[in-house]
């Protein structure tokens, strides 16, 4: 299995996002989270994918900057879609807010002018994983690791070197 890190763009590294994380294994790939711009579709199609190659898109939480695109990625490449569970209301309702504290009520109030998730890339996950799943179905020897913090529904990927894989430390 190879980890293809995407470099930054300028806005990934003013945002504090990270690009998408691609595992090969073969003919098979995965992608982690999936963002809402051509760049990343332009680097998934040059890692070789193609319809039925790309077998998982793995988002590590539900935040609209690491799942934009994952429904149209499915649609496109025939994917599955794989999260954890504490995230769900975040993809399914276009609310970023979901399942997490209070925070900040002016925040709340500006996120959904500010940041858009439209209603037509809200999706359901094909899969749900939690903390010790791991990915040897979908050719990858990756580990799911339950990351407490960001968002509740936050993971991190261990890889066979021990290597922890998490948000934005996999650029």
Known sequence: MQLHRS?????DMLAGCCRPLLAVHGAERITCDSFYDTVELGQIEGAGCEPGKLKLILLTYGD????GNAKYLRERFTSKIAMHRDDLGMVERGDMFWNRGLGNVLVKALAPVLFQFRHSGRFSPDLFIEDGYVLAEYGASLKVVHLLGHARGSIG???DKGELLWRSAYQ
Not at 64 to 67: L, V
Request: glycine share 8%; net charge negative; proline share 17%.
């Open 7 to 11: 470099p930054p763009s300028g806005f």
């Open 64 to 67: 609209f900057d690491h799942t």
């Open 157 to 159: 990927l261990l890889t």
